[in-house]
């Protein structure tokens, strides 16, 4: 079980999807970075275990290569194209999704495909 003197243990999280998280009886929880399932103490919270995986999120920089400025063609499921652009660390696109949300899947492909 993790506690919060053993979250080291836990692999660090590298994929773009957010880890799963189970409750389990007696207080405890469960995460599942990828791999194995861990058991986490009760008085370890989300935020705490989140340590192993947020910097790895390529929202924030992370560890992408990412020159500034750069754009990519990314074809949506309707056959449109969109632009998704990187600039200063913002990333954005020219859909009307990435309008409301300030988030697309057109965004969320180009970092996959740059992490790998
Ligand atoms: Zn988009």
Avoid at 85 to 114: M, Y
Wanted: hydrophobic share 30%; glycine share 10%.
């Amino acid at each position: 079980m993790i506690t919060r003197e053993t979250l080291g243990e836990i692999p660090l999280h590298t994929s773009l999807l957010h880890p799963s998280i189970l409750d389990l009886p007696t207080g405890r929880w469960a995460v599942y970075p990828g791999g194995n399932w861990y058991i986490i103490s009760g008085d370890v919270t989300v935020g705490d275990v989140e340590s192993r995986w947020n910097r790895w999120q390529p929202s924030e920089s992370a560890g992408l290569k990412v020159k500034d400025g750069k754009t990519w063609q990314v074809l949506g499921s309707t056959g449109s194209s969109y632009q998704v652009s990187v600039s200063s660390n913002r990333w954005s696109c020219t859909c009307a999704g990435f309008g409301f949300r300030r988030k697309c899947t057109h965004i969320d492909r180009i970092k996959l495909e740059i992490s790998k």
